[in-house]
């Protein structure tokens, strides 16, 4: 590696490499380190090809220096804004009861109001 790099460094790169996993980033002419596809961006990522592209000039974070096995992992995500998620306005819950009572308005009520006749049909 030609200059220290450092968890934490902000750095510009360029992708070298797109894969399944994700993109290899050259941090200079001889430091190379990767963007795991889950360090792309907030949310899922499919396909990697769809947000970046060899030749891409990106800015990235470094997570982990791995001098022994010379790995570097960075992250793009790291660098952006946490989305945030807007809660639905959910209604306020109705109890088991109520909504025994709304579905079975008509069903249940019917079935008890003939009961009393079947018991008269069934002594026949």
Do not use: C
């Not at 022994?68 to 992992?73: A, D, G, L």
């Amino acid at each position: 590696m030609a200059k220290k790099i450092e968890v934490g460094d902000v750095l510009t790169g360029t992708v070298t490499g797109i894969q399944p996993y994700g993109a290899f980033v050259s941090l200079d002419e001889q430091t190379q380190g990767l963007v795991h596809i889950s360090e792309i961006t907030y949310g899922f990522v499919k396909d990697v090809g769809e947000h970046l592209s060899v030749g891409d000039n990106i800015e990235v974070k470094v997570l982990e220096v791995d001098e022994e096995q010379r790995k570097i992992s960075l992250s793009i995500r790291e660098l952006q804004v946490v989305p945030h998620h807007r809660k639905k306005e959910v209604p306020p819950r109705k109890s088991l009861q109520d909504r025994v009572d709304e579905v079975d308005a008509d069903g249940f009520k019917l079935l008890k109001d003939k009961l009393q006749d079947w018991i008269e049909q069934s002594g026949q």
